[in-house]
């Protein structure tokens, strides 16, 4: 319960500045422009990584189900770029909340093989996408998550965009979340986004 109240609370603060929580998605004939991403989107870094988004949007949303959450968390994901949040952490913050979202984030507390308490390094599972114990890993295909990683995720879930782009984070962590946010997502989706392949092209060069 205290998981859950902690996730809404977190939301509220993405909706804060966005617009009201309670307020539902419509349809609009006309409107205005009140805050255009405009620039922050034009550079070399975040052009690539807006297009991932609206990839993972598409790809984790329903037919016919907007879920709002989404467009919430991509403002407050967008507010932070626009203060000079690292593209890659935003990266990583978006794809653990839209799992969350979408009731893909697999429990990080217990193993998803035997159920043990999990402690220190996990991994993930290609068959599964669930977070497994050192014993579990054997056999199968997994991705490590060592314990900065994992300190960086449950940070992610109990952080705003804006606050965790402030602190300090290493570079270490964050290429070992995405490698394990990567397998899950590819898992879903059973394919790798495409955006991702540009991302990963820009950033080590031809």
């Known amino acids: 319960f205290s998981s859950r109240r902690r ?4 939301r509220r603060d993405w909706s804060s500045d966005v617009c009201s929580s309670d307020l539902d998605l419509g349809r609009l004939s006309s409107c205005e ?8 989107l034009a550079t070399i870094e975040n052009a690539p ?3 991932y988004w609206a ?3 598409i790809g984790f949303t329903p037919e016919l189900d907007p ?11 967008l507010d932070a770029l626009a203060t000079g949040a690292d593209p890659e952490l935003m990266a990583r913050y978006f794809e653990v909340w839209v799992l969350k979202i979408s009731g893909l984030l ?14 220190g390094d996990v991994w993930v599972s290609d068959v599964t996408q669930g977070f497994v ?15 900065p990683a994992r300190a960086l995720l449950s940070a992610i879930l109990t952080t705003s965009p804006g606050k965790i782009a402030g602190g300090e984070v290493s ?9 394990a946010m990567g397998m899950m997502i590819r898992g879903h989706l059973d394919r790798v986004p495409r955006s991702v392949r540009v991302m990963r092209r820009l950033r080590n060069g031809p």
Not at 7 to 10: E, F, G, K, Q, Y
């Open 7 to 10: 996730h809404t609370s977190l």
């Open 33 to 40: 422009i009140e805050r255009s991403y405009f620039e922050t």
């Open 49 to 51: 990584l807006a297009a």
């Open 55 to 57: 990839e993972l949007i």
């Open 67 to 77: 879920i709002p959450d989404l467009y919430r968390l991509t403002g407050a994901a």
């Open 106 to 119: 697999p429990n990080l507390q217990h193993c998803s093989q035997c159920g043990r308490a999990l402690q």
């Open 133 to 147: 114990c050192r014993d579990c890993s054997g056999g199968v295909a997994t991705t490590r998550v060592a314990t």
């Open 171 to 179: 570079r270490g962590a964050v290429r070992a979340l995405e490698n």
